[in-house]
Protein backbone atom coordinates (compact mmCIF):
# COMPACT_ATOMS: atom_id res chain seq x y z
CA UNK A 1 0.00 0.00 0.00
CA UNK A 2 1.31 3.64 -1.10
CA UNK A 3 0.28 6.25 0.96
CA UNK A 4 0.09 9.98 -1.31
CA UNK A 5 -0.22 13.04 0.90
CA UNK A 6 -0.14 16.40 -0.66
CA UNK A 7 0.74 19.55 1.60
CA UNK A 8 0.35 23.02 0.65
CA UNK A 9 2.71 26.05 2.03
CA UNK A 10 -0.32 27.85 2.43
CA UNK A 11 -4.09 27.84 1.46
CA UNK A 12 -4.77 31.58 0.21
CA UNK A 13 -2.65 33.03 -2.41
CA UNK A 14 -2.71 36.08 -5.03
CA UNK A 15 -3.79 35.43 -8.59
CA UNK A 16 -0.43 35.58 -10.41
CA UNK A 17 1.55 34.13 -7.25
CA UNK A 18 3.39 31.06 -7.32
CA UNK A 19 1.60 27.76 -5.91
CA UNK A 20 3.80 25.15 -4.09
CA UNK A 21 2.76 22.22 -3.16
CA UNK A 22 5.20 18.82 -1.93
CA UNK A 23 3.45 15.60 -2.46
CA UNK A 24 4.86 12.82 -0.64
CA UNK A 25 4.81 9.16 -1.89
CA UNK A 26 5.36 6.22 1.12
CA UNK A 27 5.19 2.06 1.08
CA UNK A 28 3.41 1.94 4.02
CA UNK A 29 3.14 -2.07 5.20
CA UNK A 30 -0.84 -2.29 6.80
CA UNK A 31 -0.02 -2.62 10.80
CA UNK A 32 -0.21 -6.68 11.30
CA UNK A 33 0.51 -7.39 7.73
CA UNK A 34 2.57 -10.21 7.08
CA UNK A 35 5.71 -9.26 4.05
CA UNK A 36 5.81 -12.11 1.38
CA UNK A 37 9.79 -11.06 1.75
CA UNK A 38 12.46 -8.65 2.94
CA UNK A 39 12.29 -7.01 -0.59
CA UNK A 40 8.74 -6.73 -1.38
CA UNK A 41 8.31 -3.29 -3.20
CA UNK A 42 5.39 -1.34 -4.67
CA UNK A 43 5.46 0.61 -7.86
CA UNK A 44 3.35 3.46 -9.57
CA UNK A 45 3.31 4.07 -13.02
CA UNK A 46 3.15 7.62 -13.32
CA UNK A 47 2.15 10.87 -11.18
CA UNK A 48 0.80 14.20 -12.34
CA UNK A 49 -0.26 17.45 -10.83
CA UNK A 50 -2.62 20.02 -11.78
CA UNK A 51 -4.93 22.83 -10.78
CA UNK A 52 -7.89 24.14 -11.94
CA UNK A 53 -11.00 26.17 -11.00
CA UNK A 54 -14.43 24.72 -10.63
CA UNK A 55 -17.99 27.08 -11.56
CA UNK A 56 -20.97 25.78 -10.42
CA UNK A 57 -24.45 27.39 -10.56
CA UNK A 58 -27.67 27.18 -9.67
CA UNK A 59 -29.43 26.59 -12.41
CA UNK A 60 -32.87 28.15 -11.11
CA UNK A 61 -31.28 31.25 -11.64
CA UNK A 62 -28.41 31.42 -13.74
CA UNK A 63 -27.79 30.05 -17.58
CA UNK A 64 -24.81 28.77 -18.33
CA UNK A 65 -23.30 30.58 -21.65
CA UNK A 66 -23.78 28.09 -24.38
CA UNK A 67 -25.59 25.50 -21.90
CA UNK A 68 -28.16 24.88 -25.28
CA UNK A 69 -25.16 23.85 -27.37
CA UNK A 70 -25.50 20.43 -26.28
CA UNK A 71 -21.71 20.67 -24.90
CA UNK A 72 -20.99 18.43 -22.06
CA UNK A 73 -19.17 20.26 -19.11
CA UNK A 74 -15.38 19.41 -19.31
CA UNK A 75 -14.31 16.71 -16.77
CA UNK A 76 -17.47 14.56 -17.36
CA UNK A 77 -16.02 12.23 -19.86
CA UNK A 78 -13.36 10.36 -20.33
CA UNK A 79 -11.79 6.70 -19.35
CA UNK A 80 -11.50 6.07 -16.07
CA UNK A 81 -7.29 5.40 -16.43
CA UNK A 82 -6.61 9.28 -17.79
CA UNK A 83 -5.91 12.16 -15.82
CA UNK A 84 -8.98 13.87 -15.75
CA UNK A 85 -8.75 16.63 -12.70
CA UNK A 86 -12.34 17.54 -12.51
CA UNK A 87 -13.91 14.06 -12.80
CA UNK A 88 -16.75 13.97 -10.89
CA UNK A 89 -16.60 17.43 -9.70
CA UNK A 90 -20.11 19.87 -10.13
CA UNK A 91 -19.96 22.76 -12.78
CA UNK A 92 -17.81 23.95 -14.97
CA UNK A 93 -13.76 23.71 -15.71
CA UNK A 94 -13.11 28.04 -16.52
CA UNK A 95 -9.60 27.35 -15.62
CA UNK A 96 -7.17 24.86 -15.60
CA UNK A 97 -3.13 25.16 -15.89
CA UNK A 98 -1.23 22.52 -18.16
CA UNK A 99 -0.39 19.09 -15.98
CA UNK A 100 2.85 18.27 -14.96
CA UNK A 101 4.48 15.19 -14.53
CA UNK A 102 6.22 14.58 -11.20
CA UNK A 103 7.85 11.00 -12.18
CA UNK A 104 7.21 7.75 -14.52
CA UNK A 105 7.80 4.39 -13.40
CA UNK A 106 7.94 4.93 -9.06
CA UNK A 107 9.51 1.64 -7.02
CA UNK A 108 9.31 2.49 -3.07
CA UNK A 109 10.65 -0.23 -1.37
CA UNK A 110 9.10 -0.69 2.23
CA UNK A 111 8.99 2.59 4.52
CA UNK A 112 10.68 4.36 2.10
CA UNK A 113 8.99 7.85 1.32
CA UNK A 114 10.05 10.28 -1.88
CA UNK A 115 8.79 13.63 -1.99
CA UNK A 116 8.07 15.78 -5.49
CA UNK A 117 7.53 19.36 -5.50
CA UNK A 118 4.85 20.66 -7.67
CA UNK A 119 5.68 24.52 -8.86
CA UNK A 120 2.31 26.40 -10.36
CA UNK A 121 1.85 30.34 -11.01
CA UNK A 122 -1.44 30.90 -10.16
CA UNK A 123 -2.84 32.83 -13.80
CA UNK A 124 -3.47 36.75 -13.62
CA UNK A 125 -6.61 36.27 -15.27
CA UNK A 126 -8.28 33.70 -12.76
CA UNK A 127 -11.42 34.64 -11.15
CA UNK A 128 -11.16 34.65 -7.01
CA UNK A 129 -12.65 32.19 -5.02
CA UNK A 130 -16.72 33.20 -4.32
CA UNK A 131 -19.48 31.25 -2.47
CA UNK A 132 -22.34 33.12 -3.06
CA UNK A 133 -26.19 32.49 -3.38
CA UNK A 134 -25.72 31.27 -7.47
CA UNK A 135 -22.63 31.06 -8.44
CA UNK A 136 -19.23 29.43 -6.52
CA UNK A 137 -15.99 29.40 -7.96
CA UNK A 138 -13.74 26.86 -6.25
CA UNK A 139 -10.03 25.75 -6.77
CA UNK A 140 -8.15 22.89 -6.29
CA UNK A 141 -5.01 21.21 -6.84
CA UNK A 142 -5.27 17.92 -8.12
CA UNK A 143 -2.85 15.13 -7.74
CA UNK A 144 -3.44 11.55 -10.34
CA UNK A 145 -1.49 8.65 -10.09
CA UNK A 146 -2.07 5.18 -11.28
CA UNK A 147 -0.88 1.32 -10.35
CA UNK A 148 -0.52 -0.31 -13.90
CA UNK A 149 -3.75 -1.65 -15.12
CA UNK A 150 -5.37 -0.19 -12.59
CA UNK A 151 -7.90 2.93 -12.36
CA UNK A 152 -6.47 6.49 -11.97
CA UNK A 153 -6.43 8.11 -8.03
CA UNK A 154 -7.21 11.22 -7.26
CA UNK A 155 -6.10 13.56 -5.14
CA UNK A 156 -7.31 17.01 -4.32
CA UNK A 157 -6.23 20.09 -1.74
CA UNK A 158 -8.55 23.01 -1.95
CA UNK A 159 -6.76 27.12 -1.69
CA UNK A 160 -8.51 30.08 -2.30
CA UNK A 161 -7.74 32.50 -4.62
CA UNK A 162 -7.64 36.70 -4.05
CA UNK A 163 -7.34 38.85 -6.87
CA UNK A 164 -5.53 42.59 -7.04
CA UNK A 165 -6.46 44.07 -10.14
CA UNK A 166 -4.66 45.91 -12.83
CA UNK A 167 -1.55 45.27 -11.27
CA UNK A 168 0.30 44.86 -14.77
CA UNK A 169 -0.99 48.77 -15.68
CA UNK A 170 1.93 50.76 -15.27
CA UNK A 171 -0.27 53.43 -14.12
CA UNK A 172 -0.55 51.78 -11.06
CA UNK A 173 2.80 51.73 -10.15
CA UNK A 174 2.17 55.63 -10.03
CA UNK A 175 0.03 55.41 -7.09
CA UNK A 176 2.87 54.09 -5.00
CA UNK A 177 4.87 56.82 -3.03
CA UNK A 178 8.66 56.37 -3.80
CA UNK A 179 10.28 54.56 -0.17
CA UNK A 180 13.81 55.53 -1.44
CA UNK A 181 15.43 57.22 -4.38
CA UNK A 182 16.06 53.40 -5.95
CA UNK A 183 12.11 52.73 -6.05
CA UNK A 184 12.57 51.37 -9.57
CA UNK A 185 14.88 49.07 -9.20
CA UNK A 186 13.45 47.80 -6.05
CA UNK A 187 9.78 47.05 -7.99
CA UNK A 188 11.56 45.40 -10.29
CA UNK A 189 13.24 43.39 -7.89
CA UNK A 190 10.44 43.04 -5.49
CA UNK A 191 7.78 40.01 -5.65
CA UNK A 192 4.40 40.26 -6.25
CA UNK A 193 3.21 40.33 -2.84
CA UNK A 194 5.15 42.54 -2.20
CA UNK A 195 3.87 44.79 -5.08
CA UNK A 196 0.26 43.95 -3.95
CA UNK A 197 0.56 45.24 -0.43
CA UNK A 198 2.08 48.21 -1.62
CA UNK A 199 -1.29 49.30 -3.98
CA UNK A 200 -3.29 47.95 -1.54
CA UNK A 201 -2.01 50.12 1.19
CA UNK A 202 -1.98 53.19 -1.09
CA UNK A 203 -5.63 52.52 -2.11
CA UNK A 204 -7.14 52.05 1.09
CA UNK A 205 -4.64 54.32 3.39
CA UNK A 206 -6.42 57.32 1.46
CA UNK A 207 -8.46 59.38 4.29
CA UNK A 208 -10.51 61.51 2.56
CA UNK A 209 -13.81 62.00 4.90
CA UNK A 210 -17.17 62.03 3.16
CA UNK A 211 -19.82 63.62 4.68
CA UNK A 212 -23.49 62.60 3.51
CA UNK A 213 -26.88 64.67 4.31
CA UNK A 214 -29.45 62.28 5.64
CA UNK A 215 -32.71 63.91 4.92
CA UNK A 216 -36.92 62.84 3.86
CA UNK A 217 -39.31 64.57 2.60
CA UNK A 218 -39.87 66.33 6.42
CA UNK A 219 -36.61 67.22 6.74
CA UNK A 220 -33.02 66.47 8.06
CA UNK A 221 -32.49 63.18 9.98
CA UNK A 222 -28.65 64.20 10.64
CA UNK A 223 -25.48 63.70 8.74
CA UNK A 224 -23.19 60.72 8.44
CA UNK A 225 -19.45 60.71 8.00
CA UNK A 226 -17.30 57.95 6.53
CA UNK A 227 -13.66 58.33 6.69
CA UNK A 228 -12.84 56.75 3.63
CA UNK A 229 -14.68 54.74 0.74
CA UNK A 230 -11.95 51.71 0.13
CA UNK A 231 -10.89 48.97 2.76
CA UNK A 232 -9.63 45.66 2.60
CA UNK A 233 -11.17 42.13 3.46
CA UNK A 234 -10.52 41.83 7.80
CA UNK A 235 -10.36 46.02 8.14
CA UNK A 236 -12.76 47.63 10.05
CA UNK A 237 -15.39 50.21 8.26
CA UNK A 238 -16.23 53.02 11.01
CA UNK A 239 -18.35 56.35 10.50
CA UNK A 240 -20.08 58.65 12.26
CA UNK A 241 -23.55 60.43 12.90
CA UNK A 242 -24.19 63.85 14.06
CA UNK A 243 -27.77 64.67 14.91
CA UNK A 244 -27.10 68.48 16.11
CA UNK A 245 -29.77 70.62 14.21
CA UNK A 246 -31.89 67.63 12.89
CA UNK A 247 -35.53 68.62 12.28
CA UNK A 248 -36.61 65.19 12.13
CA UNK A 249 -36.32 62.72 15.35
CA UNK A 250 -34.13 59.30 14.55
CA UNK A 251 -35.15 57.00 17.46
CA UNK A 252 -32.96 54.54 16.32
CA UNK A 253 -31.04 53.20 13.31
CA UNK A 254 -29.15 49.93 12.01
CA UNK A 255 -26.07 49.23 9.68
CA UNK A 256 -25.53 46.26 7.78
CA UNK A 257 -22.28 45.22 5.28
CA UNK A 258 -23.89 43.63 2.68
CA UNK A 259 -22.38 42.46 -0.35
CA UNK A 260 -24.83 42.67 -3.56
CA UNK A 261 -24.40 39.16 -6.30
CA UNK A 262 -25.60 40.68 -9.91
CA UNK A 263 -25.94 37.55 -12.17
CA UNK A 264 -24.82 39.11 -15.99
CA UNK A 265 -28.11 39.90 -17.97
CA UNK A 266 -27.41 37.40 -20.53
CA UNK A 267 -26.98 34.25 -17.93
CA UNK A 268 -30.39 35.48 -15.66
CA UNK A 269 -32.61 32.45 -15.72
CA UNK A 270 -35.31 35.25 -15.46
CA UNK A 271 -35.05 38.82 -16.89
CA UNK A 272 -37.03 40.55 -13.75
CA UNK A 273 -35.00 38.06 -11.02
CA UNK A 274 -34.05 40.33 -7.91
CA UNK A 275 -29.99 41.16 -6.96
CA UNK A 276 -28.87 38.85 -4.09
CA UNK A 277 -27.76 40.24 -1.02
CA UNK A 278 -26.02 38.51 1.60
CA UNK A 279 -25.32 40.15 5.54
CA UNK A 280 -22.32 40.18 7.54
CA UNK A 281 -21.75 42.15 10.21
CA UNK A 282 -24.69 44.50 11.78
CA UNK A 283 -24.51 47.58 14.17
CA UNK A 284 -27.93 48.85 16.02
CA UNK A 285 -28.11 51.60 18.06
CA UNK A 286 -30.45 54.03 19.89
CA UNK A 287 -30.22 57.41 19.23
CA UNK A 288 -33.01 59.22 20.27
CA UNK A 289 -31.97 62.72 21.62
CA UNK A 290 -28.26 61.82 21.49
CA UNK A 291 -26.31 64.91 19.52
CA UNK A 292 -23.88 61.67 18.15
CA UNK A 293 -23.10 58.39 17.33
CA UNK A 294 -20.62 56.21 15.88
CA UNK A 295 -20.60 52.46 13.92
CA UNK A 296 -17.80 50.11 13.69
CA UNK A 297 -18.43 47.44 11.34
CA UNK A 298 -15.53 44.63 11.33
CA UNK A 299 -15.33 43.04 7.21
CA UNK A 300 -14.32 39.04 7.79
CA UNK A 301 -11.13 38.05 6.29
CA UNK A 302 -13.32 35.42 4.92
CA UNK A 303 -15.35 37.11 2.63
CA UNK A 304 -14.81 38.01 -0.98
CA UNK A 305 -13.61 41.29 -2.22
CA UNK A 306 -15.57 43.43 -5.00
CA UNK A 307 -15.36 41.38 -8.61
CA UNK A 308 -16.20 40.78 -11.87
CA UNK A 309 -16.57 38.04 -14.29
CA UNK A 310 -18.72 36.98 -17.55
CA UNK A 311 -21.01 35.60 -15.13
CA UNK A 312 -21.25 37.62 -12.11
CA UNK A 313 -20.53 40.59 -10.45
CA UNK A 314 -20.06 41.48 -7.21
CA UNK A 315 -20.36 44.61 -4.56
CA UNK A 316 -20.59 45.93 -1.63
CA UNK A 317 -22.26 48.24 0.68
CA UNK A 318 -23.51 49.69 2.98
CA UNK A 319 -27.71 49.15 4.13
CA UNK A 320 -29.09 51.84 6.42
CA UNK A 321 -32.26 51.43 8.06
CA UNK A 322 -33.06 54.70 10.04
CA UNK A 323 -36.63 54.56 12.78
CA UNK A 324 -37.71 57.98 12.67
CA UNK A 325 -40.84 59.80 14.62
CA UNK A 326 -43.39 61.21 12.92
CA UNK A 327 -43.78 64.14 15.28
CA UNK A 328 -41.32 65.80 17.70
CA UNK A 329 -40.82 64.19 21.10
CA UNK A 330 -40.16 66.48 24.06
CA UNK A 331 -36.76 66.29 25.63
CA UNK A 332 -36.42 65.81 29.29
CA UNK A 333 -35.42 68.51 31.52
CA UNK A 334 -31.50 68.76 31.91
CA UNK A 335 -30.55 69.62 35.18
CA UNK A 336 -28.50 73.33 36.55
CA UNK A 337 -25.93 71.31 38.37
CA UNK A 338 -24.15 67.85 38.31
CA UNK A 339 -25.93 67.72 42.31
CA UNK A 340 -29.37 67.01 40.94
CA UNK A 341 -31.47 64.63 39.00
CA UNK A 342 -33.87 64.49 36.83
CA UNK A 343 -36.77 61.36 35.31
CA UNK A 344 -37.76 61.38 31.88
CA UNK A 345 -40.82 59.62 31.00
CA UNK A 346 -40.81 58.58 27.22
CA UNK A 347 -44.37 58.26 25.48
CA UNK A 348 -46.26 55.21 25.85
CA UNK A 349 -46.62 55.00 21.98
CA UNK A 350 -45.12 56.46 19.28
CA UNK A 351 -46.34 57.05 15.08
CA UNK A 352 -43.08 56.12 13.46
CA UNK A 353 -42.03 55.73 9.48
CA UNK A 354 -38.90 53.81 8.52
CA UNK A 355 -36.26 54.94 6.03
CA UNK A 356 -33.88 52.79 3.89
CA UNK A 357 -30.57 53.51 2.28
CA UNK A 358 -27.67 52.12 0.36
CA UNK A 359 -24.54 53.51 0.59
CA UNK A 360 -21.43 51.71 -2.37
CA UNK A 361 -18.27 51.12 -1.11
CA UNK A 362 -14.99 49.28 -2.60
CA UNK A 363 -13.87 46.15 -0.63
CA UNK A 364 -10.39 45.11 -1.53
CA UNK A 365 -8.09 41.73 -0.85
CA UNK A 366 -5.52 41.56 1.49
CA UNK A 367 -2.14 40.09 2.11
CA UNK A 368 -2.62 36.02 1.60
CA UNK A 369 -0.38 35.59 4.62
CA UNK A 370 -2.75 37.36 6.99
CA UNK A 371 -5.86 35.39 5.35
CA UNK A 372 -4.27 32.58 5.97
CA UNK A 373 -3.75 32.55 9.75
CA UNK A 374 -7.79 32.11 9.87
CA UNK A 375 -8.60 29.81 6.93
CA UNK A 376 -10.42 27.07 8.07
CA UNK A 377 -9.19 25.33 4.66
CA UNK A 378 -6.59 22.38 5.19
CA UNK A 379 -3.52 22.46 3.90
CA UNK A 380 -3.14 19.05 2.89
CA UNK A 381 -4.85 15.49 2.41
CA UNK A 382 -3.75 11.95 1.65
CA UNK A 383 -5.12 9.07 -0.19
CA UNK A 384 -4.76 5.28 0.13
CA UNK A 385 -3.37 3.79 -3.88
Not at 165 to 180: A, I, K, R
Not at 315 to 340: D, G, M, N, Y
Request: glycine fraction near 6%; aromatic fraction near 8%; charged fraction near 20%.
Amino acid sequence: MIVVEARLDRTVYLAGEVLECFVSFTNQTPEGAVPLNSSDSESLAWASAQLHCQCSVSEARVVWPGEDTGEVPHGQEGSDTVFIPSRGERGHTVLSTSPRILFCDLKLHKGETKTYLYREVIPREAPPSYRGHSVKYSYKVTIGTQRVGAPTKLLRVPFRVLVVYDLGDPTVYEEVPPSNPFLEEQRQEGSLLELAGQVLTTITGRKSPNVYNITNQRGTVGKFTLFKSAYRIGEDIVGSFDYAGASVPCMQFTVTLQSEEHIAEECRRKPSQAVATMSFSRHHEFCLHTQRGHMILPIPLSATPSFMTDIVTVKWRLHFEFVLACSPISQPELPTSQSESTTWQGPSSVAVDTMVWDLPIKVLPTNPLQATAVSLIKSSSSIKV
